[in-house]
Nanobody, 123 residues
């Protein structure tokens, strides 16, 4: 399984970006998908996760109300719509997948990882 994240870039505070994560290889359409991020000098942290059906979604408090996770299983792709971006959102964003269908926040619970895409929010 390979996960390819894209959509990062430089944006001004208050702006928006949409990240995409396309999966290839073994089908992962039934996997739970998630986004994590790692800011410079900080540990990787949970951002959001979505169950295979989309019926269960979880957000970190820091992004709740500003970010929206979604998925298109036909395209094997998960998205992260990021609105009202803040400089504190600057980080490398990673997508991840796990075969169990429960929605969890721990990095150690995810089996597959993408390479990351850099999001830079200027003030």
């Amino acid at each position: 399984v390979q996960l390819q994240a894209s959509g990062g870039g430089l944006v001004q505070a208050g702006g928006s970006l949409r990240l995409s994560c396309a999966a290839s290889g073994r089908t992962v359409s039934s996997h739970t998908k998630a986004w994590f991020r790692q800011a410079p000098g900080k540990e990787r942290e949970f951002v959001s996760s979505i169950s295979w059906s989309g019926s269960r979604i979880d957000y970190a408090d820091s992004v709740k109300g500003r970010f929206t996770i979604s998925r298109d299983n036909a395209k094997n792709t998960v998205y992260l719509q990021m609105n009202s971006l803040k400089p504190d959102d600057t980080a490398v964003y990673y997508c991840a997948a796990r075969s169990p269908r429960t929605v969890v926040r721990g990095m150690e619970d995810y089996d597959f990882w993408g390479q990351g895409t850099l999001v830079t929010v200027s003030s």
